[in-house]
């Protein structure tokens, strides 16, 4: 089975600080995501990326930044944190083409709180 | 743009009865269409998932989902609940065989409460 490891399930940080939130999947998909999950509002697509060094904006990319350096590896970074970033994030992944490109498999999450 | 709403908020159902969650979507051609379930502090794990051909289709955990074109709906069921089918689930629209691999869109989900 496909594994998307997220290796920070809790973080507490500031308001200011930077943040980096780490994604490793082992089965070598091509496509990688990054959703913020908020109750009431379900699952919104931060960014994405289908390559190494690519990245595509999705629904809510505003105080966001990754980084894909490797093809196994994806990291959320918010520049500086504010309150309003305190969130679950759920990172995915899926294969490049066809119809595996729609089936994501996703990690255990991050739950944010920024103080 | 694609959309999915997940009428539901909240279900609550009787351990052993029947549960039908509603979704219905918004797209211009066929979608891909998929059911997830996310259990508390867990990320999303794969119900099920349609992509064309019989319109109903079977998942994991008991659950089906029926595809209805004219209704533009994915309704998930299952007979007969379980205490562990408590737990928040998400229906979601893909762009289909003509789109781009960009993500899914999620509705909001549904938090199904089970009652002893």
């Known amino acids: 089975d496909v594994k998307v490891t997220q290796s920070s399930r809790y973080l507490v940080k500031r308001t200011g600080e930077k943040v980096f939130l780490e994604c490793v999947q082992d089965m070598d998909h091509e496509n990688m995501f990054w959703y913020r999950q908020d109750p009431g509002l379900g699952l919104r697509l931060i960014y994405f990326?289908?390559?190494?060094?690519?990245?595509e904006k999705g629904d809510i990319p505003e105080g966001y930044s990754v980084s894909r350096e490797k093809k196994e590896r994806f990291s959320l970074i918010l520049e500086s944190a504010s309150t309003n970033q305190t969130s679950m994030y759920l990172c995915?992944?899926?294969?490049?083409?066809?119809?595996?490109?729609?089936?994501?498999?996703f990690g255990a999450g991050s739950r944010l709180t920024v103080l | 743009a694609q959309s999915v709403t997940q009428p539901d908020i909240h279900i609550t159902v009787s351990e052993g009865a029947s549960l039908e969650l509603r979704c219905n979507y918004s797209y211009g051609a066929t979608p891909y269409l998929f059911w997830y379930v996310q259990s508390p502090g867990q990320g999303l794990q794969l119900l099920l998932k349609?992509?064309?051909?019989?319109?109903l289709v079977q998942g994991i955990k008991g659950f089906e989902a029926e595809f209805k074109r004219s209704q533009s709906s994915f309704n998930l069921r299952k007979p007969s609940v379980h205490w562990s089918d408590a737990a928040e689930y998400f229906c979601?629209?893909?762009?289909?065989?003509?789109?781009?691999?960009?993500?899914?869109?999620f509705g909001k989900g549904t938090h199904l409460i089970i009652q002893p």
């Open positions: 979601a629209v893909g762009p289909g065989s003509g789109g781009g691999a960009d993500g899914l869109t």
């Open positions: 995915a992944s899926s294969l490049f083409g066809g119809a595996g490109a729609n089936v994501l498999t």
């Open positions: 349609y992509f064309s051909g019989d319109t």
């Open positions: 990326s289908y390559d190494v060094k690519m990245k």
